[in-house]
T-cell receptor, first 112, second 115 residues
Framework: GQNIDQPTEMTATEGAIVQINCTYQ??????LFWYQQHAGEAPTFLSY????GLEEKGRFSSFLSRSKGYSYLLLKELQMKDSASYLC?????????????FGKGTTLSVSS | DAGVIQSPRHEVTEMGQEVTLRCKPI?????LFWYRQTMMRGLELLIY????????DSGMPEDRFSAKMPNASFSTLKIQPSEPRDSAVYFC?????????????FGEGSRLTVL
């Protein structure tokens, strides 16, 4: 299987920076994904890390440390529309293929 | 391009009834996934197919659940008989092997309520 842990909830204010952490089981690692899910909607892809380091994409960045089994999603210049659940996901440990196991998600609330 | 299409979007049924959820993946995608989402358990992988063949159904909760993929453009998830604890949002997703990121594309989900 795969054990993915992330905080349940976070709050922040508009314009701020927030970091959402994720830890996962490292055996047979095949990449780490972040998805965004607004209330009542489907998850949508945000980022993918397979190598150590920071991947930047506009206001969102994702970091990976394979040796530590750790990732974070960094959201800058927060906007109200960033209020959503952020899901960390990885393939099952020691399995190839494209199936993903998801964490329970971190609900981010952005206030003005 | 059309995304993943699921039907029905909402279903309310009574305990013991049969429920069939339907999914049309993105054309050309060779993987199809069924997930279930609840507040308590989050997004759980139920089963997935590669080229219409079931690869891993270890997430299917019990024999009341079954899934089929008769062709590359259609899949069903059936619950018979349904129980109140099956109430959840069921998502179908598809992906294409060899794509750089291997990302999953989700449908809008089918919200099931079993009374």
């Amino acid at each position: 299987g795969q054990n993915i842990d992330q905080p349940t909830e976070m709050t922040a204010t508009e314009g701020a920076i927030v970091q959402i952490n994720c830890t996962y089981q490292t055996s047979g690692f095949n990449g780490l994904f972040w998805y965004q899910q607004h209330a009542g909607e489907a998850p949508t892809f945000l980022s993918y890390n397979v190598l150590d380091g920071l991947e930047e994409k506009g206001r969102f960045s994702s970091f990976l440390s394979r040796s530590k089994g750790y990732s974070y999603l960094l959201l800058k210049e927060l906007q109200m529309k960033d209020s959503a659940s952020y899901l960390c996901a990885a393939p099952p440990a020691n399995q190839a293929g494209t199936a993903l196991i998801f964490g329970k998600g971190t609900t981010l609330s952005v206030s003005s | 391009d059309a995304g993943v299409i699921q039907s029905p979007r909402h279903e309310v049924t009574e305990m013991g009834q049969e429920v069939t959820l339907r999914c049309k993946p993105i054309s050309g995608h060779d993987y199809l996934f069924w997930y279930r989402q609840t507040m308590m358990r989050g997004l759980e992988l139920l089963i997935y197919f590669n080229n219409n063949v079931p690869i891993d159904d270890s997430g299917m909760p019990e024999d009341r659940f079954s899934a089929k993929m008769p062709n590359a453009s259609f899949s069903t998830l059936k619950i018979q008989p349904s129980e109140p604890r099956d109430s959840a949002v069921y998502f179908c997703a598809s992906s294409l092997e060899g794509r750089d990121t291997g990302e999953l594309f989700f449908g809008e989900g089918s919200r099931l309520t079993v009374l």
